[in-house]
C-alpha cells in the first residue's frame, strides 16, 4: 500500500511516499530511499522499493528540498549537507510511525545520495543498515577526472565567475546543465551524453518533474565532498555496497577504496560485472540483480535476527 507523506526539515516540506508490504503485520522494518544529483523520487527508486517491499520492508521515497513535489524557493540547488540532513529528518519521520519499527531502519543511496548514506549512517546511530548504490565518494577527484585537467581548469574559472555575481548580487545566481549531449562545447557538471538521454527518457515515462539543470554553486560545493573523512566511523554497522564493473562517472576504483576504509566487518561489496554506471538505469536485468543481493542483505540483517 502507497500513501503519500511529508515530513518538515530545517522548515520546509519534504514530500514523497510511505510503501508498506500488503501481507504481514507491522511493524515493519523501513529503508529510507533519496536520490542523486537532480533526481526525483521516481526515478529508479521505486523498481527497488518494490524488491524491499515484496519481501516484508516499508520503503519511504522522497524528494529532497529544492526538487521534485517538495517546498523550497531554491529550485534545483544541490546542497549535500541540506540533503544528509533531509535523510535525517525522514529517520526522524519515519520512527515515529505506527507502521514502522523504529530499531530497523535502513538508509539507500544511489549516484550521490550513494555517498551521502554512508556519511548519515556513519554520524546517526538510529542507522541499522547502509545501502550505497554506485556512490559519488570524492567529488574532487570525480570531477578532475570526468573533465580531464585542462577542462578541469575551466571549471574552476566558470565557478569563480558565479561566486563573484553572487558575491555582488545573490540574485545573479548562475545556472548550469546537469549534463551535455556536445561536452566539448558546453560545461556541465557531468560530462557523459549518455546521462542526458537516460533521464530525459525517465522524464518522458516517469519522472515528469526532473529538471536536468542545477545550480552552479552545487558544482563548487560538490568540490568540496568526500565521504572518506567519515567511513572510518562505520565501525558495526551493516553496510552493503554495490559497484559497477565499468563505472566511469562515479569511479569504481575511488569506491572499493571508500569500502576499504569501512571498519565494520559487519560489510559486503558487490561489483556487478560488465556494467556501466547508466546501465542500472536502463537495463531491468541487471537493476534487478542488484536490487536482489540488496534485499538479501537487508534481510539477513534486519529479519532474521528477529524471527
Known sequence: MRRDIEFTSNGEKCRGWLITPDEGKGPFPIVIMAGGWCYVKEIVMPNYAEYFVRNGFAALLFDYRNFGVSDGSLRQHLNPWWQIEDYRNAISFAEKLPEVDSERIAVWGISYSGGHVLIVGALDPRVKAIISTIPVVDGYVNMNRSHGERRFEDLQEFLLKDRRNRFENESNR?????????????????????????????????????????????????????????????????????????????????????????????????????????????????????????????????MKPYK
Do not use: C
Open 174 to 302: 548562475g545556472y548550469m546543465p546537469f549534463s551535455s549531449t556536445k561536452p566539448e562545447d558546453e560545461l556541465s557538471v557531468w560530462p557523459y551524453p549518455e546521462i542526458g538521454e537516460v533521464f530525459m527518457e525517465h522524464k518522458r515515462k516517469v519522472a515528469h518533474l526532473h529538471e536536468h539543470w542545477n545550480t552552479i554553486e552545487s558544482l563548487e560545493l560538490l568540490l568540496t565532498y568526500t565521504v572518506f573523512p567519515y567511513v572510518h566511523r562505520i565501525v558495526d554497522t551493516p553496510t552493503m555496497m554495490v559497484a559497477a564493473e565499468g563505472d566511469n562517472i562515479t569511479l569504481w576504483d575511488l569506491e572499493i577504496e571508500a569500502f576499504r576504509q569501512i571498519k565494520s566487518q559487519r560489510k559486503k561489496l558487490f561489483v556487478i560485472p560488465k556494467t556501466t554506471h547508466m546501465t542500472l538505469y536502463q537495463d531491468m536485468t541487471k537493476l534487478e540483480i542488484v536490487a536482489s543481493e540488496q534485499t538479501a542483505f537487508l534481510s539477513e540483517w534486519l
